[in-house]
């Protein structure tokens, strides 16, 4: 991911930084303001680059808006998002508050390591704490996915048995942009960032894609269906799409 500056102008927005990142499934470029603050512009592979500045100044109005979203999100949660390295990390999915804590490895180890022992994450790295933030990021990052998939498990296979619904296989990942997806395949994917929501939030998003194994639509009957599992699916829709400031914001990077 590479980082730029760029001054709109006098009377636009201060735009500091963006980063760009290219994706291979992206069918045009996309603007996201992250919780930190710095513009992300997300271009498909082969994208003119020279095109982005020019992209960036005809959305000044709607960055500027983005941008003092992020900084009340931020000012709301405060530590949650600008700790650093992180000292505690509040799951309440799990109703449990992990106290993170770091251990030096030899500085020629090859290989960082972590370990969950109750409610400690412990992060082994050389030179502890004090290394980017992108590599102690995805330790933490495959180290919750772990979590993840032990809570997530069974509360998948429960909800299907009660709803009479099956799915092939679960998988744990860390999308950047959704929390679940159900493919025609049968697989059943899940983010391990749920672990930072509430249980209402969590079930209704299982119980979602739970309900994409009969509609692979949002039809009506799809929203029948899921209603029928988890009254007042619609208010907890627009619960869901706002509930990324809860997620520590520098778990994008990883």
């Known amino acids: 991911m590479d980082q730029f500056q760029l001054q709109l102008d ?82 309440p999915a799990i109703e449990q508050q992990l106290a993170v804590r770091f251990g030096n490895l030899p500085a020629d180890a090859s290989r960082w390591r972590g370990e969950l022992r109750g409610d400690q994450m412990i992060l082994l790295t050389p030179g502890g704490g004090h290394q980017p933030r992108e590599q102690v990021a995805q330790l933490i990052s495959t180290l919750l996915k772990r979590k993840a998939r032990q809570f997530l498990e069974p509360m998948v296979a429960l909800h299907a048995r009660e709803h009479g619904l099956t799915y092939r296989k679960l998988s744990v990942r860390g999308q950047r942009t959704v929390w679940g997806s159900y493919s025609s395949s049968g697989t059943l994917c899940l983010n391990y960032k749920l672990l930072f929501l509430p249980p209402q939030l969590v079930d209704y998003v299982i119980l979602h894609e739970l309900a994409h194994t009969r509609y692979l639509n949002h039809s009506p009957a799809f929203w029948r269906l899921l209603e029928s599992m988890a009254p007042g699916a619609r208010t907890l829709d627009r619960e869901i799409n706002s509930a990324v400031a809860l997620v520590p914001h520098w778990l994008d990077r990883a």
Do not use: C, M
């Not at 930084?17 to 498909?44: G, H, K, M, N």
């Open 10 to 91: 006098d009377e636009g927005p201060p735009i500091e930084s963006y980063t760009v990142r290219v994706s291979r499934r992206a069918r045009s470029v996309s603007l996201r303001v992250l919780p930190d603050l710095v513009l992300e512009v997300t271009i498909p592979q082969r994208f003119d680059r020279q095109q982005i500045p020019d992209i960036v100044r005809e959305h000044k109005d709607w960055i500027a808006h983005a941008i003092d979203d992020a900084r009340t999100k931020q000012e709301q949660y405060g530590d949650l998002h600008t700790q650093w390295p992180p000292v505690t990390l509040n799951l």
